[in-house]
């Protein structure tokens, strides 16, 4: 008999947990705890960590799980080489749901860059208006550069004090258009962009946004992650659990 365990907090993980309850299959969806007010599910839901990789696996073998899929964002690495080695230890078989990366288009000014110090580097000497659309957990490295003046965008508020002495806060949660991203760069007068390639449509609009601006974007490129068997689709991951997706209502 078939227990999933969905290791969620995406817009495809949510996609996954209403094709899964529709279809029946006994399944707990699990977020990591990072969002103060996560999006309701159709199966029962966990909210935090496991306790490492063992925690993991011990989790694995305790609830019965048969099938783990990892459906966290394409950043959450900890989160995703955990899964890699805990499903290793408990003989559990795992997937990753994982969209496909943006690729670069005509007209794209992109600086690709390793990771987050390295778009710290990558950035001005001189003053300028950025967009940090990376995160709140990934903000600490620009203090380094508190001469540039800093928007920032969370799905919740700030409850601790901000390493950026010039730094504005948009709480909003996506996903956004390209108006509303082209409105937003031009009133506040955006000049850089810091993003993650974190593909798919709900964040995209502020990539297509700079492009028409003309706007440079340092593009932080995916971790590297060990090998691990990947679909892109609800329907694929579906098909993987021995079930046929019905993905409307």
Known sequence: MTRALILGGTADANLLAAAIA??????????????????????????GGFGGVSGLADYLRRERITHVVDATHPFAAEMSRNAIDACAQART???ALERAPWLKASGDNWIEVADVMSAVAALPKHRATVFLAIGRQHIAPFGA????????????PPEETLPLPDADVIVSRGPFTLDGELAMMRARGIAWIVARN?????ARAKIDAARELELPVIMINRPQLPHRAQVQSVTDVMQWLGHRTCLGA
């Open 198 to 202: 974190s593909g798919g449509t709900g």
């Open 22 to 47: 529709r279809a029946g299959i006994d399944a707990v969806y699990s977020y990591g705890g990072r969002t103060r007010a996560p999006a309701g599910q159709p199966l029962p839901t966990r909210i």
């Open 93 to 95: 078989p795992l997937i």
């Open 145 to 156: 550069l508190p001469q540039h003046a800093y928007t920032l965008r969370f799905v919740d």
